[in-house]
């Protein structure tokens, strides 16, 4: 059976910190891994990453993926009171079904 | 270029009662999925529509369909409502299906918070 799975599963740390999210999966045919923020409704996308070894990096964030180990982290630096959130990571496959299959996310609350 | 849209946004019913979920995606999206997500279960996939026909559907039973219509707006329905039924109902939208070596990603409207009493 198809799973993703996210550690720790919750979080608390100071602004100014530095953070590691991790996620790690077991899929057929993987296609792509992808990073949501979700706040208060909608997740927001972060990352696509399909590639072994490379990073995605936008500001404070940047991600990257090791297709060997099958696993992924997402990285923040500089914690900020406005990055509390939960993380979302998604696998998504080359069936072609439109199907993400999600972790169950990482609370992370940055305090001031 | 506005993002999907949900409604309801929030919608109160009672156990045995039926309810209709409506998504607008993006302008020029075709492919439609819908997502469950409770505390316990967290984000679980409902089914996929593109081109107006259903081409994936999750681990969900029967009382649980949608469909879309030509201008890519999807519907879904919940009939016989179950207390576990309470969830946060997301819309997500892409231009086409999720495959191939494109970069194409999903993008996730408001939600729909539905409590079933």
């Known amino acids: 059976e198809d799973k993703v799975v996210q550690s720790p599963l919750s979080l608390v740390v100071h602004e100014g910190d530095t953070v590691t999210l991790n996620c790690s999966y077991e899929v057929t045919n993987f296609r792509s891994l992808l990073w949501y923020k979700q706040e208060k409704k909608a997740p927001t996308f972060l990352f696509m990453l399909t590639s072994s070894g490379i990073e995605k990096k936008s500001g404070r964030l940047s991600s990257i993926l090791d297709k060997k180990e099958l696993f992924s982290i997402l990285n923040i630096t500089a914690t900020q009171t406005g990055d509390s959130a939960v993380y979302l990571c998604a696998v998504d496959r080359s069936s072609n079904t439109g199907k993400l299959i999600f972790g169950q996310g990482t609370t992370l609350q940055v305090k001031p | 270029k506005a993002g999907v849209t949900q409604t309801p946004r929030y919608l109160i019913k009672t156990r045995g009662q039926q309810v209709t979920l409506s998504c607008s995606p993006i302008s020029g999206h075709r492919s439609v999925s819908w997502y469950q997500q409770t505390p316990g279960q967290g984000l679980q996939f409902l089914f996929e529509?593109?081109?107006?026909?259903?081409?994936n559907k999750g681990n969900f039973p029967g009382r649980f369909s949608g469909r879309q219509f030509s201008n890519s707006r999807s519907e879904m329905n919940v009939s016989t409502l179950e207390l576990g039924d309470s969830a946060l109902y997301l819309c997500?939208?892409?231009?086409?299906?999720?495959?191939?070596?494109?970069?194409?990603?999903?993008?996730f409207g408001p939600g729909t918070r539905l409590l079933v009493l």
């Open positions: 529509y593109f081109s107006e026909t259903q081409r």
């Open positions: 997500a939208s892409s231009l086409r299906p999720l495959a191939g070596d494109s970069q194409e990603t999903q993008y």
